[in-house]
Nanobody, 115 residues
Framework: QVQLVESGGGLVQAGGSLRLSCAASPSILSIDVMGWYRQAPGKQRELVATISETGTTNYADSVKGRFTISRDNATNTMYLQMNSLKPEDTAVYYC?????????WGQGTQVTVSS
């Protein structure tokens, strides 16, 4: 069983930056594939970014060049650096971890970008 806890969300003006963290317990394994999703009010949950066990990253077109996903297996933490934020980035952001065939999700952290 893996528990994921997100932090770092908040209110920011358009053009600003936030850094989200996802702490995993008891630990992140090198085989884990991790990612960030988001869900805006009235919309379906959508993929933001993923990072593989080898460090390969993948981003939604809407965030390419603005967001950076990273992971630190030694501290059991994944990050999402979000720059040049836009009002349309407003959503609840969830971290996820896939270990073998099982998916784990955090409770989410709210990001609100004001115009």
């Amino acid at each position: 069983q893996v528990q994921l806890v997100e932090s770092g969300g908040g209110l920011v003006q358009a053009g600003g930056s936030l850094r989200l963290s996802c702490a995993a317990s008891p630990s992140i394994l090198s085989i884990d594939v991790m990612g960030w999703y988001r869900q805006a009010p009235g919309k379906q949950r959508e993929l933001v970014a993923t990072i593989s066990e080898t460090g390969t990253t993948n981003y939604a077109d809407s965030v390419k060049g603005r967001f950076t996903i990273s992971r630190d297996n030694a501290t059991n933490t994944m990050y999402l650096q979000m720059n040049s934020l836009k009002p349309e980035d407003t959503a609840v952001y969830y971290c996820t971890l896939r270990r073998w065939v099982r998916d784990y999700w955090g409770q989410g952290t709210q990001v609100t970008v004001s115009s």
